[in-house]
């Protein structure tokens, strides 16, 4: 029998059977929306193609079906086909094929029917091969252009966060001088007018320049608090380690903080000698390589932040040596405390955990990024013990030879 021209006569109604079969398959989704041409694609010229593969009078037209499953596996990718799909696609065209020609292929010789069955199944798997290899190739392309535009971005964003520190940076340093002179003259504008006692005017007077004095500090400290974050981000934070007596510049910053605790009426309590364990000589706080500035900052970070947020009680400051040549600064309070919830966040920049107390209190959410950050840099660590309504305990514990210059 000529299955070529057999195959030949049915290729519309294998089409039109496949199509619909494809349709209708629950497990290829992507052709919901596809017109019946863009289902049908090359089949027609890959049946084509096969009636060569099975006749025995004409050249196997092999090319046809590389080329047109080449360009089924590009279209395919296009359109958003998973590789199962792909699969089963060519899975129900096999199904089709058999079942148009399974009444004329009972009619045939067994040697016929084998070379029928061995050519069409040949056929089709040269079609997936060449399916696939083009369809991976595809999306091998779209990978390789997703990750050339995803370094692009990832440089452009680097520009322009490095753009935005420096912005930030120079509109900071440009805002301190007019800052600078504005609390300088209104605070000579102040005791001007504070010695004028007999006016009664100046009341008044005196208590708009107090408002304007204090909100030019919080601003002040606010650009100062950012240039900070924005140094240490940009990597230009240095450190300048000398041998210091810890004890002492924590002493000058509790001294420095003291009528800021006792306006609230809270005692600011001091122990140098303070040791996990037992205590001993040993455990006496000394001299540690450090830099002072960058101490004090921290402990006055820690110090006012505490006192900020505590409306009475007592505020604890220890220090003291630790095992395996560490020291640490613990600072209790016995404040509004943290909830669990924020204490992942409580070091993050301008973050604030929100309560009924909190947001009454006036505040910038730097101070404690700030010391997470130079703690960071002394290659210390920092710790957070915290029940709400009870209070909080911060405890940065530090090397006591620190040769870290700069941010790395």
């Known amino acids: 029998m000529n299955f070529s021209q057999l195959l030949d006569e049915k290729i519309d109604i294998i089409i039109q059977n496949w199509v619909e079969a494809v349709r209708l398959d629950r497990q290829i989704s992507s052709t919901n929306n596809l017109p019946h041409s863009a289902i049908r694609d ?13 006749s025995q009078s004409q050249k196997s037209d092999i090319e046809s079906i590389v080329q047109n499953s080449l ?10 086909f998973t590789p199962s799909e792909i699969a089963r696609e060519y899975r129900l065209l096999r199904q089709i094929i058999f079942s148009t020609l399974e009444a004329d292929l009972v009619n045939g010789t067994v040697r016929e029917v084998i070379r029928v069955h061995r050519a069409i199944d040949e056929t089709i798997d040269e079609a997936i091969g060449q399916c696939f290899k083009s369809y991976v190739d595809e999306r091998l392309q779209e990978l390789q252009q997703l990750q050339s535009q995803a370094e692009l971005t990832n440089q452009e964003l680097t520009r322009l966060v490095k753009a935005n520190q420096e ?15 504005i609390i300088g003259y209104s605070e000579l504008i102040l005791r001007s007018s504070q010695k004028n006692t007999e006016a009664e005017s100046t009341f008044r007077h005196i208590e708009h320049i107090e408002r304007v004095l204090r909100n030019g500090r919080q601003l002040l400290r606010l650009i100062n608090d950012a240039l900070e974050i924005s140094r240490y981000q940009a990597g230009k934070m240095e450190l300048h380690p000398v041998p210091t007596d810890a004890c002492s510049s924590i002493d000058d910053v509790v001294k420095m903080l003291e009528p800021l605790a006792s306006a609230k009426e809270l005692e600011i309590v001091v122990d140098c000698n303070f040791a996990l364990g037992e205590r001993s000589t040993s455990h006496l706080l000394k001299t540690v390589v450090v830099d002072p500035l960058r101490l004090q900052q921290i402990v006055t970070n820690l110090l006012s932040n505490a006192i900020r947020y505590t409306e009475s009680g007592s505020i604890k400051l220890r220090c003291g040596m630790l095992p395996d040549n560490q020291w640490c600064i613990s600072v209790s309070d016995t404040g509004v405390g943290i909830a669990p919830e924020d204490r992942a966040r409580i070091f993050d920049p301008f973050f604030r955990s929100e309560n009924s107390v909190t947001h009454l209190v006036d505040g910038t959410g730097l101070g404690l990024a700030i010391v997470s950050q130079l703690v960071k840099l002394m290659q210390g660590k920092i710790e957070l ?11 940065v514990i530090l090397p006591v030879n620190s040769s870290l210059k700069t941010k790395e």
């Open 71 to 80: 360009e089924h596996g590009v279209l395919r990718a296009a359109q958003g």
């Open 385 to 395: 013990v915290s029940q709400v309504g009870v209070g909080s305990t911060f405890t």
């Open 42 to 54: 090359h089949l027609p010229d890959v049946l084509k193609a096969m009636t060569t593969v099975l």
């Open 167 to 181: 912005n930030l940076s120079q509109l900071a340093h440009e805002l301190k001088n007019p800052l600078n002179s």
